[in-house]
C-alpha cells in the first residue's frame, strides 16, 4: 500500500498520516521530518534547510528528492508507506513515478481560515514528529508528549506571516500538480480523492479509511 497525503499546511496531514499508519500498519515518511534530521548533520546543510524553512520556500527539488528515495528504499518502507508532504511540485512527483507505483492520493482541502487557527495552535515533539494542537488535538498532559513526556514546542515557521508565504508557495507549486494527480487517476496510474478537510479528525480519518479499503486491491 503506497498512500500520498496531499495538502496546505496545517490541512492535517501529519495528523491523518499518523492515524493511517496505525491502523493500517505501514511506515509514514515525513518530507519535513527527513529535512529537519538532515539539518543535524553539518552547519552548512543546517543552515541551507532552516532558512528555507523560515522563510516558508521550499528546498531544491534534487536534494529533497535524494532524501525520498532513499528512504523508500529501506527495507521497512519498500512498497508499503504513507507519503506526508511529498511530492509538492510536478517534477518530484515524476521522478517518485519513476521509481514507485503510486497507489492513493489523498488531497486535503481546507479554507485558510481554518488553517490559521489550526496551526497557531499546533504543537510538535520535535523527535518523533509526532503533532498536536491546543483546542482541536490535545497532548494528555498540558504541552506534553503522549508516549514520552517529553515537552511539546512550536515550530519556528508557525508564524502567521511566514503560514501566509507558505500557503502562497503551495498553491503555486501544488495546483499544477493536483491537475497533474487527476490526469494520472484518469489514466489509472493512481487513485486520486478529494477530502473536506474543514471536519473533525475522526470524520476525516474515517472518511479516507472507507475510500482506501474500498479500493484497495488485494
Known amino acids: 500500500m503506497r498512500i500520498i497525503m496531499l495538502g496546505a499546511p496545517g490541512s492535517g496531514k501529519g495528523t491523518q498520516t499518523q492515524l493511517l499508519s496505525k491502523y493500517f500498519y505501514i511506515p509514514f515518511i515525513s518530507a519535513g521530518e527527513i529535512l529537519r534530521q538532515e539539518s543535524k548533520k553539518n552547519e552548512k546543510t543546517k543552515s541551507y534547510i532552516e532558512n528555507k524553512i523560515n522563510q516558508g520556500k521550499l528546498v531544491n527539488n534534487s536534494f529533497i528528492i535524494n532524501l525520498i528515495k532513499k528512504k523508500i528504499k529501506k527495507k521497512n518502507c519498500f512498497n508499503k508507506f504513507i507519503l506526508d508532504g511529498f511530492p509538492r511540485t510536478i517534477k518530484q512527483a515524476e ?6 507505483k503510486m497507489q492513493f492520493v489523498i488531497h486535503l482541502k481546507i479554507s485558510t481560515h481554518n488553517i490559521l487557527n489550526r496551526i497557531t495552535g499546533r504543537l510538535i515533539h520535535t523527535s518523533s514528529g509526532r503533532t498536536y494542537h491546543k483546542t482541536f488535538n490535545p497532548p494528555k498532559r498540558k504541552n506534553k508528549d503522549d508516549l514520552t513526556g517529553e515537552l511539546l514546542s512550536k515550530r519556528k515557521d508557525d508564524d502567521k506571516k511566514i503560514i501566509i508565504t507558505r500557503l502562497e508557495e503551495y498553491r503555486k ?16 496510474n493512481v487513485k486520486y480523492i478529494e477530502i473536506n478537510a474543514n471536519k473533525s479528525i475522526h470524520e476525516i480519518n474515517k472518511k479516507i479509511i472507507l475510500y482506501i479499503n474500498k479500493n484497495n486491491k488485494k
Open 95 to 100: 521522478s517518485l513515478k519513476k521509481h514507485i
Open 173 to 188: 507549486l501544488t495546483t499544477p500538480l493536483i491537475d497533474w494527480f487527476k490526469k494520472e487517476d484518469l489514466k489509472q
